[in-house]
């Protein structure tokens, strides 16, 4: 599945049948690969949001934050 989300978020436009077949081969289900493609999918859609628009990180995000 890691591997699966970096190509997802590296690369979407290179995504192909046979990448959901590896999933299905390694035993995830159908609904488990569908789950997890759309919490990565959010998660590109968010971080681009906002990162076009300039969003900051909250202090308690931030890299010298602890």
């Given at each position: 599945m890691c591997a699966y989300a970096a190509k997802l978020t590296s690369t979407p436009?290179?995504?192909?049948?046979?990448?959901v077949i590896l999933l299905r081969d390694?035993?995830?289900?159908d609904l488990e690969i569908h789950d997890a493609c759309q919490v990565i999918a959010y998660f590109n859609y968010v971080n681009r949001l906002a990162d076009?628009?300039?969003?900051?990180l909250e202090t308690e995000m931030s890299p010298s934050h602890g």
């Open positions: 436009g290179e995504m192909v049948e046979d990448d390694l035993g995830w289900s076009g628009l300039g969003v900051d």
